[in-house]
């Protein structure tokens, strides 16, 4: 079973020479620990910079430099800084190739929940709605389970939804899965020490196995 | 043209009970402080006020919460703030929640002098709900997308790094974030700057709003700049 920094990991590998990426809050943000030296890669922050960088190092940070987590970071050489609706301007005309969000519920035909618990969470989308709905390539990072042990990939969210049929693939702590474009998850990978059985298990949706499924390499 | 005023009192006024505000800022990054403070000094009620977060309890926005003088919330996201979780959830203060993006351009189609936009964002969920969704065929694809209408507040109130008597404004890094197309989308728009300058002063090639959108400027009196999450690593 894989930890955060797992799952982290295991996204990383998706990412590509040249990628523009925009990194949501939690599991997401800790891919960027994860892509190798000398790849050229772009983080997008969707509060308005190309080019992120890693948090300051003590008593350098910046009140007027945050990312969309609103946590003081830096600027790579060649960063750029622009207003909010260039910023989701880029994200709506497909600039960027890669948007990695976590998520509360999806479903077998891509549907993603992650906004709003009625009743008892309503901090708002944010940007994940606007990037839900125009990114081409979306990786979602998420728990296979909530606490109490039920399958978060379901035939359909039973949540508030953040958008429609847009969930490209996912990594949870037991497996990587696409999502087909005809529905249903794809099992593509198990983590280290996770068997098929555990996959089924945990997976409420239509789950698609065919062949040996190897276990992921980190 | 001097646009300048006194102060934060002299630049607010005019905004009275029941009015429309937009106010720039991502989170406590880039907010007009000074504004804020002679607005809750000034007990304006029943404000509508659009700005992506709404502070937290004891800054920025949370302020105006505090002291009840907000009748409705228009932004993206407003956790950080369990006052205005308990406003919002005793019914109390009336919520909009829309996406990050659609509030943006919202706000730049006030300023383009657009009354409307189509976005994706939403499509298929409830916030599409009552909305009109047209199909279009655009960037190789075919897919729905929801109007969403422009703003148009009676006032808009922002913060930037350096501006001139003229109107003109320049923002620091992520400072800017929505604050250009808030003062962009205001009928009167306000903007306290950290430094006030001569005209002349300012390059005119890296102006990011230009004075035209501006009708009050002063220095603002204070700036504490609260840094939300403190995030850093060891040297």
């Given at each position: ?102 998520a509360m519920e999806v479903s077998e035909n891509g549907d993603i929940a ?30 296979h389970v909530n606490?109490?042990?039920e399958s978060k990939l379901l035939p359909s969210c039973s949540l508030?939804l953040?958008?429609i049929r847009?969930v490209?693939?996912i ?6 899965l696409?999502v087909l474009?005809g529905g249903g998850f794809k099992l ?11 996959i089924k298990k945990a997976t409420a949706g239509k789950l698609i ?10 | ?235």
């Open positions: 079973m894989l930890d955060k920094n797992g799952i982290a990991k295991r996204i990383a590998k998706e990412i590509k020479d040249g990628y523009y990426v925009n990194l949501g809050i939690g599991i997401p943000t800790l891919c960027a620990n994860y892509i190798p030296e000398g790849m050229n890669v772009v983080l997008q922050s969707e509060n308005g910079i190309l080019g992120m960088g890693p948090f300051p190092f003590e008593g350098d940070e910046d009140p007027d430099l945050i990312n969309a987590g609103k946590q003081t970071v830096t600027l790579l050489k060649g960063a750029s800084i622009f207003d909010s609706a260039l910023s989701f301007g880029m994200i709506r005309a497909q600039k960027v190739n890669l948007t990695i969000l976590g992650n906004w709003k618990i009625p009743g008892k969470m309503v901090k708002g989308m944010g940007g994940a709605m606007d990037l839900v709905a125009s990114a081409k390539n979306i990786i979602v990072a998420m728990q606490k109490a042990g508030p953040t958008g847009c490209k693939k990594v949870t702590e037991l497996a990587v696409d474009p593509l990978e198990r983590a280290p020490g996770i068997s098929v059985e555990d196995i065919e062949g040996d499924i190897p276990e992921m390499i980190l | 043209m001097n646009k300048t005023v006194k102060n934060s009192d002299e630049a607010i006024h005019g905004i009275k009970d029941g009015m429309t505000i937009a106010l720039g800022g991502f989170g406590l990054c880039g907010i007009p402080e000074n504004c804020i403070a002679a607005l809750v000094r000034s007990g304006v009620k029943n404000l509508t006020c659009i700005s992506n977060n709404a502070g937290v309890d004891d800054f920025g926005l949370g302020l105006l919460l505090q002291h009840h003088q907000v009748k409705k919330m228009i932004s993206s996201y407003v956790g950080e703030n369990a006052e205005f979780e308990r406003q919002m959830l005793s019914g109390e203060l009336e919520v909009d929640l829309i996406p990050q993006g659609t509030l943006a351009t919202r706000l730049l189609a006030g300023g383009y002098g657009m009354p409307a936009i189509f976005t994706p964002a939403g499509v298929g969920t409830e916030v599409a709900i009552g909305k009109e969704v047209r199909r279009f065929k655009f960037n190789g694809e075919e897919k729905d997308y929801l109007m969403e209408y422009a703003f148009e507040p009676e006032f808009s109130i922002v913060k930037a790094w350096k501006g001139d008597a003229d109107g003109n404004l320049v923002f620091r890094l992520t400072a800017r974030n929505f604050s250009p197309l808030v003062a962009m989308a205001g009928k009167i728009t306000i903007a306290e700057v950290e430094e006030l300058v001569e005209p002349g002063k300012l390059d005119p090639q890296e102006i990011h709003v230009p004075g035209i959108y501006v009708h009050r400027i002063f220095k603002g009196e204070k700036f504490e700049k609260r840094i939300e999450q403190r995030t850093v690593r060891k040297k």
